[in-house]
């Protein structure tokens, strides 16, 4: 199973050991098509690409994912791009929110939520939002979306 993993970059990169954390369960679900995103030199290894070429290479990396899991607590409008592309592309979403960072979650993410192919899952702790992966995927797998 392909997955694709959003996470903000140039909005903020000040949740990328949670990134780490939230690949290394989803790779036990399937193959990370965007683990590049909880790099922590992530900015450095891209210097080499333009934005044309980001884009283009992160659409094709969505267009062949089955799901899409999004950490969307820093606010990013890259994320927001994705999960708007993933949408038009009926990929099933899950976002996930950590409440205690003092940010508020956009009523445009919130608001999209209907437990049927986009969801919102609030966590403060590893174990939270493996749980909210593991049901998910359970979700996903019994509609056969995935």
């Keep these: 199973m392909n997955i694709y993993f959003c996470g ?8 990328v ?5 939230i690949v290394t369960c989803l790779k036990t679900y399937g193959r990370v ?25 992160d659409m094709q990396w969505l267009s062949q994912a089955h799901i ?10 890259g994320v927001g791009f994705e999960i708007a592309r993933a949408i038009t592309l009926n990929k099933p979403v899950l976002c996930l929110f950590r409440p205690s960072s003092g ?8 608001g999209s939520a209907n437990n049927r192919s986009f ?22 797998s019994q509609k056969r979306t995935v």
């Design 8 to 15: 903000s970059i140039r909005g903020g990169r000040q949740d």
């Design 33 to 57: 098509l965007t683990e590049h995103v909880a790099f922590p030199e992530l900015e450095i290894s891209e210097k080499s690409l333009n934005d044309t070429e980001i884009l283009e290479r």
């Design 119 to 140: 969801f919102v899952g609030n966590y403060e702790q590893r174990e939270d939002f493996e749980k909210f992966i593991r049901d998910f995927f359970s979700y996903c």
């Design 68 to 77: 899409v899991v999004a950490e969307v607590t820093q606010p990013s409008l």
């Design 17 to 21: 050991a949670i990134y780490q954390q």
């Design 103 to 110: 940010h508020r979650l956009s009523a445009l993410i919130r």
